[in-house]
């Protein structure tokens, strides 16, 4: 079972649910998307699986998930990229948002 860190606005942990809990309920939670540049300025996109829970057979981002407790973002950036796409490249954060999504969970 896979756990998500849960935060305030300001990024303050406040506790942590089973994911796809935290997901059905939308409630707030610690999260990361990477965009990856080739040096032409050419973004890496990936399909998602149609399988997926939600948005099953989208093109979106080049990995994005969750850190786990104890984890930096930087580190669970690694870690995933690594586990979903086979690729080991520096990262560094660009920006933070906050946002809220409401899926098709049925």
């Given at each position: 079972?896979?756990?998500?860190?849960?935060?305030?606005e300001?990024d303050?942990?406040?506790?942590?649910?089973?994911k796809?809990?935290a997901?059905?309920?939308a409630?707030l939670?610690?999260?990361?998307?990477i965009f990856?540049?080739?040096?032409q300025n050419?973004l890496l996109?990936?399909q998602r699986a149609h399988s997926?829970?939600h948005?099953?057979?989208l093109?979106?981002n080049?990995?994005?998930?969750h850190p786990?407790?104890g984890?930096?973002?930087?580190?669970a950036s690694?870690?995933?990229?690594m586990?979903?796409?086979?690729i080991?490249?520096?990262m560094q954060?660009?920006?933070?948002?906050v946002?809220?999504?409401?899926?098709?969970n049925?």
């Amino acid at each position: 079972m896979e756990y998500v860190i849960l935060v305030d606005e300001n990024d303050q942990e406040v506790g942590q649910m089973e994911k796809m809990e935290a997901h059905e309920k939308a409630l707030l939670h610690r999260a990361f998307s990477i965009f990856l540049f080739n040096d032409q300025n050419e973004l890496l996109l990936q399909q998602r699986a149609h399988s997926k829970y939600h948005s099953g057979g989208l093109w979106t981002n080049t990995c994005c998930s969750h850190p786990r407790a104890g984890e930096s973002v930087l580190e669970a950036s690694n870690r995933r990229l690594m586990e979903e796409m086979g690729i080991e490249a520096k990262m560094q954060p660009q920006f933070h948002f906050v946002y809220r999504a409401e899926l098709d969970n049925d």
